[in-house]
């Protein structure tokens, strides 16, 4: 059986509940999960969104922990350090839509090569400019815009800073908000750092580099050069680079592992991720709890949002309407929290698609529509793989489907979708029409709200949308200005 029809099928299995489904009907070892476990299993996310293949993060950290604990850190730094490997990456959504536009291409086709290049050359700019440059014009692009490009990065030594300098802070920013070490926080923010002073975003050189840094910088380089070229070509690459862009004792460290071909083997294998989750320094500590599940989704939240100029503070405005509207319809507690947890990670397969799609000004082709409408799939392959998510994996994916089938990427309809699936399609659907987009101003929320009632029983759920417009006309929803205080302090519960 296909993938979309397994999930067909184990959609039309569940019928449409009198009331949500608590998540305290999860397996009882759900609740047991902790951050590692769930920071593991988002790890793809972290990949689409920088063009890596798919297990990059996990190979990198698994490869970071050994250089780690051969270098005898402490058990507090190993843990910042785990941490740091895990969310190296969480600032990737902050430079996406500025690379797409600067290179008029897929911004995951770019950001390698941004990785892998010599920033203080201006014939390595001008080499990066001309080859990615374009790539994203249907047609091709011409000479012209090829050297203006071209022209627009090599003449701009500072351009790569500016760049990296939005990646690294947000980063940092996502670990800080996650309650992680100091530590790790700053391991992120300077893993771009060269050991020669070369790299970015303040330009420090030799041991003024933080060591989770060095650490994070040389464990990424081996996984994206092992993955295309093989592990000695990785480590030939590695040691050609010592002293100048990485710390000469690690990389004799990683030169001293060549021949250990088990370890190598586990690394570059499916077992990765499981190796990782034994690494945890603080396994068997504390369940990660509801409160904590609910800060990972609301930073997650934010992270999406960032890829794109147009979509600030979506996923927050959409989990603030379907939390409204799970409270008009007499959600319980946890059920409204479960639905808002949906809300806030329902565009998290975004991470897949390029800016240069999702920021488009024109009208997209076919062919752009479709890929744009495999997020969803995403959505669900990314959210699936987090066991203590997986209640909610379907409500977060299934948010374009409609209940005449008209909806996409599966076509599902009528009890095909949950009453908390239909409660997120339309306070998707709210948002997205009062919001902004590329080349349009949201509308009028009554103009918005006439468009649902127009689809009301047809494609929308008929009591959703009736709960939506009660919200609007009691004062309960503004376009755009979501009120959740004000639902909450009627029916009372959860925040």
């Known amino acids: 059986m296909s993938q979309s029809n397994a999930f067909a099928a184990a959609a039309a299995r569940a019928q449409r509940p009198t009331a949500p489904q608590s998540p305290k009907e999860l397996p009882p070892e759900a609740a047991r999960g902790s951050l590692a476990d769930v920071l593991v299993a988002l790890s793809s996310a972290f990949d689409l969104l920088e063009g890596h293949p798919l297990g990059h993060t996990s190979r990198a950290a698994v490869i970071g922990m050994r250089l780690g604990r051969e270098l005898g850190l402490p058990p507090a730094m190993l843990s910042a350090l785990y941490y740091a490997l ?45 080859t990615y440059g374009g790539r994203g014009e249907a047609q091709g692009a011409s000479l012209g815009s090829r ?54 975003p303040d330009g420090v050189a030799g041991d003024a580099i933080p060591l989770l840094s060095r650490i994070l910088n ?20 590695l040691v050609s680079r010592r002293g100048r862009w990485f710390d000469p004792a690690l990389v004799d460290c990683v030169r001293s592992w060549r021949r250990d071909a088990g370890w190598w083997g586990v690394v570059w294998t499916s077992e990765a991720d499981g190796e990782l989750v034994a690494l945890d320094p603080s396994a068997g500590g504390p369940a990660i709890g509801e409160d904590g599940l609910d800060r990972v989704a609301g930073v ?15 996923s927050t405005t959409v989990a603030r309407y379907a ?24 565009d998290i397969g975004k991470v897949a698609i390029s800016n240069r799609l999702l920021d488009k000004p024109g009208a997209l082709t076919d062919t752009e529509r479709l890929a744009i409408q495999t997020h969803p799939r995403h959505t669900f392959q990314i959210l699936s793989r987090v066991e203590l998510f997986a209640a909610m994996a379907h ?30 399609v339309v306070a998707d659907m709210l948002e997205a029409l009062t919001g902004c987009g590329p080349c ?7 103009r918005a709200l006439g468009i649902l009632h127009s689809e009301r029983g047809t494609r929308l759920d008929a009591d959703c949308v009736d ?7 009691a004062g309960m929803v503004e376009a755009g200005v979501p009120q959740p205080g004000l639902a909450t302090a009627i029916h009372g519960g959860w925040r």
């Open 300 to 314: 997650f939240a934010d992270i999406i949002d960032a890829k794109s100029p147009f979509t600030h503070a979506h």
């Open 218 to 237: 040389v464990a990424q380089f081996v996984d994206t050069v092992m993955t295309t070229r093989g592990k000695d070509t990785a480590i030939d690459r």
């Open 440 to 446: 349009r101003e949201g509308m009028p929320i009554e």
């Open 147 to 200: 050297f203006r490009i071209l022209s627009r990065v090599a003449w701009q030594p500072g351009l790569a800073r500016d760049l990296m300098a939005a990646r690294s802070d947000q980063g940092a920013d996502v670990a800080r908000r996650l309650g992680l070490p100091d530590d790790t926080a700053r391991g992120i923010r300077s893993m771009d750092e060269r050991w020669d002073g070369s790299g970015f």
């Open 467 to 473: 709960a939506a417009e009660r919200l609007v006309a």
């Open 86 to 130: 895990l969310l190296k990456d969480a600032g990737g959504s902050a430079n996406a839509a500025r690379i797409a536009a600067l290179f008029s291409a897929d911004d995951q086709q770019v950001k390698p090569a941004l990785r892998r290049a010599d920033w203080r050359s201006a014939l390595m700019r001008a080499h990066v400019g001309w």
């Open 323 to 346: 939390e409204a509207i799970g409270w008009e319809l007499g959600f319980n507690v946890e059920a409204v929290r479960l639905v808002r947890r949906a809300a806030l990670l329902h």
């Open 395 to 424: 409500m977060a994916a299934t948010h374009h489907e409609k209940l005449d089938g008209s909806g996409y990427p599966w076509g599902l309809q009528g009890d095909m979708l949950t009453l908390p699936a239909r409660v997120l």
